[in-house]
């Protein structure tokens, strides 16, 4: 008679779709782990073996730092103007001196000047002074003149010691007034 729609006995309810949510579940995690791998295949891929990279540590040499900065006046024209600067020397042995002999030679001792006689230390700072102020400001205040000051000491210094071989001059800091 009329068109009531007929309740669900207990076995039809059994035969009811589940849901299919662990389904979309399973075949995301499927999808993302094709994904990867696609991923890494093309990003990580096979290294080639005729590139390699190596890192070759730099070699770290003994650092002297003066304890009291050079100061002078420029040369003329600029004769009127101080320069101040705070030096450190990057030492090593020359040959086959030992960077201990290359410090004995200078008259390094714990980092310090040890005031021996015999040392060079006191013509290392001469040379040092003496070209300082043989520069103008124009000389001291530009990166290129700075480099080849730098140079200069670097290259009177090696010409003057036999055990020890100056790396590098570093200006810690400077300042022209």
Not at 97 to 116: C, P, R, W, Y
């Amino acid at each position: 008679m009329g068109d009531v729609p007929e309740q669900p006995t207990g076995e039809q309810q059994e035969e009811k779709p589940k849901s299919k949510m662990p389904i979309i579940i399973a075949a995301i995690v499927i999808l993302l782990g094709v994904v990867s791998i696609i991923a890494m295949t093309l990003l990580g891929g096979e290294q080639n073996p005729d590139v390699s990279i190596e890192s070759t540590p730099k070699p770290v040499y003994y650092k002297f730092m003066f304890e009291k900065p050079f100061t002078c006046n420029l040369a003329p024209p600029d004769s009127e103007y101080i320069f101040t600067v705070n030096i450190a020397l990057e030492i090593k042995g020359k040959g086959d001196s030992s960077e201990t002999d290359a410090l004995n030679e200078i008259g390094i001792e714990g980092g310090k000047d040890k005031q021996d006689p015999k040392s060079q230390m006191t013509l290392v700072r001469a040379i040092i002074h003496d070209k300082l102020s043989s520069k103008t400001r124009l000389d001291v205040q530009s990166p290129i003149g700075r480099e080849q000051l730098k140079g200069e000491i670097k290259r009177l210094l090696n010409d003057l010691l036999e055990k020890a071989e100056i790396v590098s001059v570093i200006f810690v800091s400077n300042v022209v007034t």
